[in-house]
């Protein structure tokens, strides 16, 4: 007899960077760094679009907090 599989979140949990959806955007960053350890400007943009995307998430976060009813 197979076990019940626990339902996930109705949202994603960002505990671990893997579970982020910014996550593409974290390995790509670290991706150029290992690429161009002594020059790091040239990651500057892989920098900007993961900040850009944490910036939303954590909108997206908050949103969804302010939305949570606590009698619900």
Do not use: G, V, W
Not at 1 to 19: E, G, K, V
Not at 21 to 30: G, R
Request: aromatic share 10%; net charge positive.
């Amino acid at each position: 007899m197979a076990s019940p599989r626990a339902q996930p979140p109705s949202y994603p949990s960002a505990a671990r960077i893997a579970d982020s959806p910014c996550y593409p955007q974290y390995a790509a960053s670290l991706k150029c760094l290992e690429e161009f350890t002594s020059d790091k400007s040239k990651c500057q943009e892989h920098f900007d679009i993961y900040k850009e995307c944490k910036k939303k998430e954590r909108e997206a976060r908050l949103e969804r907090n302010r939305n949570r009813s606590l009698f619900s």
